[in-house]
């Protein structure tokens, strides 16, 4: 008779804790990575692209699940305002997204710690346009160029600098926004020809290691000096992620690590096959970030 109610009571025992698991699953409130999603906005430009697939790759071996959301700047930022997105993981700061720090700054969370602390923004020519050297320049050559400043993404941060720097220097030149791999595909177009082109730029970027281009002098610093590289995320992101939060504030990579990092992407035929290449032989850099 003991045994019998002895093994009743152990039946009861576990039929309670299946029951606490069941509700604990349909509170959502398990704490199991593998439930959770995570949303990353992409943007299409080539560091954009390498680092989120990095991330991607990271989060999952880690047993997250990751959705890249590709949005333009603008959208990038709404959508964190509204809790649609999780994280960004590029703001320039301090010129270049100056705008959008001080337009979502209260309802957007960017992170004091930056990723990559030597970044760099301009204008760009050929180097063989050896008469072209400084934003002062242009004017004088602006028959060259046909008065055009070939740009990218509408909306970019660095886009709108550019108009500024229109203003700062009363240049006689219209602004012509495209896409960053239109705008990729005129600058290798017009070197291979050998013709004039004036396009913003920023390193890091893997067209510097594909051709010979100069950043303009900006002796107004309308670009301003070194930029570093920041993520946001939404307001509540560090409660509900508070380890992967840990994981982005620790993040840190050189101009060799990331300049490897977006040749690997570049150079596959999926984004996500490069970054599982570079995450591989990169390990003990990001067990340092995830520790």
């Given at each position: 008779?003991?045994?019998?109610t002895?093994g009743l009571?152990?039946?009861?025992?576990m039929?309670?804790?299946?029951?606490?698991?069941?509700?604990?699953?349909?509170?959502?409130?398990?704490t199991d990575?593998?439930?959770?999603?995570?949303?990353?906005?992409?943007?299409?430009?080539?560091?954009?692209i390498?680092?989120?697939?990095m991330w991607?790759?990271?989060?999952?071996?880690?047993g997250?699940?990751v959705k890249?959301?590709?949005?333009?700047m603008?959208?990038?930022?709404?959508a964190?305002?509204?809790?649609?997105?999780?994280?960004?993981?590029?703001?320039?700061?301090?010129?270049q997204d100056?705008?959008?720090?001080?337009?979502?700054?209260?309802d957007v969370?960017?992170?004091e710690?930056?990723?990559?602390?030597n970044?760099?923004v301009g204008?760009?020519?050929?180097s063989?346009?050896?008469?072209?050297?400084?934003?002062?320049?242009?004017?004088?050559?602006?028959?060259?160029?046909?008065?055009?400043?070939t740009?990218?993404?509408?909306g970019?941060?660095?886009?709108e600098?550019?108009?500024?720097?229109?203003?700062d220097?009363d240049?006689?030149y219209?602004?012509?926004?495209s896409?960053?791999?239109?705008?990729l595909a005129?600058?290798?177009?017009?070197?291979?020809e050998e013709?004039?082109?004036v396009?913003p730029?920023w390193?890091?970027?893997?067209?510097?290691?594909?051709y010979?281009?100069?950043?303009l002098e900006d002796?107004?610093?309308t670009?301003?000096?070194?930029e570093?590289i920041?993520h946001?995320t939404r307001?509540?992101f560090?409660e509900?992620?508070?380890?992967?939060s840990g994981?982005?504030k620790?993040?840190?990579?050189?101009d060799?690590q990331?300049?490897?990092l977006?040749?690997y992407?570049?150079?596959?035929?999926?984004?996500?096959?490069?970054?599982?290449k570079?995450?591989?032989e990169?390990?003990?850099?990001?067990?340092?970030?995830?520790?």
């Open positions: 008779m003991k045994m019998w002895k009571s152990l039946l009861g025992t039929l309670f804790i299946a029951f606490l698991s069941a509700c604990g699953s349909a509170d959502g409130e398990s990575s593998s439930d959770q999603e995570i949303s990353i906005g992409q943007i299409n430009w080539a560091e954009n390498a680092v989120t697939n991607k790759v990271i989060l999952e071996d880690e997250y699940q890249l959301n590709n949005l333009n603008g959208s990038t930022m709404k964190l305002e509204s809790g649609d997105l999780d994280a960004s993981l590029e703001i320039w700061l301090p010129v100056a705008n959008y720090l001080e337009k979502y700054k209260d969370n960017f992170s710690a930056a990723w990559f602390d970044a760099k204008l760009v020519v050929p063989y346009m050896e008469e072209v050297n400084s934003v002062e320049d242009l004017n004088e050559h602006k028959d060259l160029f046909n008065s055009q400043i740009g990218f993404g509408p970019a941060g660095t886009m600098v550019t108009e500024q720097l229109i203003e220097y240049l006689n219209e602004l012509l926004p896409s960053e791999s239109a705008m005129e600058i290798g177009n017009a070197v291979k013709e004039p082109i396009a730029l390193s890091p970027h893997w067209i510097f290691s594909e010979d281009l100069k950043f002796p107004k610093n670009y301003g000096g070194v570093k920041h946001a307001l509540a560090d509900d992620y508070p380890e992967v994981w982005l620790n993040w840190k990579m050189n060799q990331i300049g490897k977006i040749t992407v570049e150079d596959s035929e999926e984004p996500a096959d490069g970054a599982e570079w995450v591989e990169n390990q003990d850099l990001i067990d340092k970030w995830i520790k």
